[in-house]
Structure formats: structure tokens, C-alpha cells
């Protein structure tokens, strides 16, 4: 998803919908744009958090189990080829293949919720880290690349989309 400029005008739609789909239930583009440059600027990477959340002055993201670096380290270097291969997964033949297979079985029980600091702002969403789109084939779930890899202007432009008008 990162590489928005590269989908097609339907999969730019579908992901323009479902991103500010979450900005409203989060109190709104600016409020959820706010959090994403707090993950950006925090170091270590928030999802490697011991107690399993990332909290900020517009909200916060919990989670269920601890991310050691080695498995985020592997989930970034995995992700950057997803698009090219049209699947997170490696070839079964790649070294890595059973390291990576491990990591998704591991990360995709896990909910992540993302609720905003005031109630009144919105209910939050909750999602997933991975689509499985079927046996063999899994896809990082667009909105956790989003909300923890993709850079802001990225994020923005999905936002900002403007479908084809006919």
C-alpha cells in the first residue's frame, strides 16, 4: 500500500475508503494523522513495546503480545517485497520461508485497537495485522501498514484521493 501510486484506480478507492473509514472513527484525518507522525517519531519502533501499547496526546493503540525485535526486523524487511511478489510470504523454497511463515502465525491472532483519547471523538477500529487471502497467499493488512510503516505523505494521499469521475 505504501506504494500507492502503483494500484490501480479501484484498489486506490477501496483503500481511500477504508482509511477514512478509521480517521472518522478515530475523531478525524487531522486527529489521525497526529498519532501516525507520533508512531513515526518514536524510537524504538512502538510495536516492539513490552506492555504491548503506544499511547499519545490523540490516542492510543493496544495490543495483546509482545513484538520482539527480531520478529519486527523480519516483518520489515518482508513487507518491502510483498508488493512484488503479491504475497508477504517468500517462495517455499526461500531460506527465510518457515522464519516468515512463523512470524504470521504468530502476529495474526493479534488485534490491535486504536481508540482516541476522547470518547466523543469517535468509537476507534480495531484490525489485524494480515489478510489471508487464501492457503498459500497472505497479505499485510493495508491499514497496519498505514498506521505503523507508511510514511505520513503516503497516508495523506490516500486521504486525498480523488476517484476518476465518469
Known amino acids: 500500500m505504501c506504494d500507492f501510486n502503483a494500484l490501480d484506480d479501484a484498489a486506490k478507492q477501496a483503500y481511500h475508503d477504508q482509511l477514512t473509514a478509521c480517521a472518522e472513527a478515530f475523531g478525524g484525518t487531522n486527529f489521525f494523522l ?15 513495546a513490552k506492555n504491548g501499547a503506544f499511547r499519545s496526546p490523540v490516542g492510543s493503540v493496544t495490543w495483546s503480545k ?17 508488493g512484488k511478489r503479491g504475497n508477504f510470504l517468500p517462495e517455499e523454497t526461500d ?41 498459500k497467499t497472505t497479505l499485510l ?17 490516500v486521504l486525498n484521493y480523488k476517484g476518476k469521475t465518469a
Open 34 to 48: 497526529q498519532l501516525l507522525e507520533a508512531i513515526r517519531k518514536t524510537k524504538p519502533h512502538p510495536l516492539t
Open 66 to 82: 509482545t513484538i520482539f525485535q527480531d520478529k519486527m526486523s523480519l516483518l520489515t524487511e518482508m513487507r518491502v517485497g510483498e
Open 95 to 135: 531460506r527465510r520461508y518457515k522464519k516468515v511463515l512463523n512470524l504470521v502465525r504468530t502476529l495474526a491472532p493479534i488485534t490491535f485497537e486504536v481508540k482516541p483519547k476522547r470518547a466523543e471523538d469517535g468509537e476507534g477500529f480495531t484490525l489485524h495485522p494480515f489478510d489471508r487471502v487464501s492457503a
Open 141 to 157: 493488512n493495508p491499514l497496519f501498514d498505514a498506521l505503523f510503516f507508511c510514511s505520513v505523505e503516503t497516508v495523506k494521499k
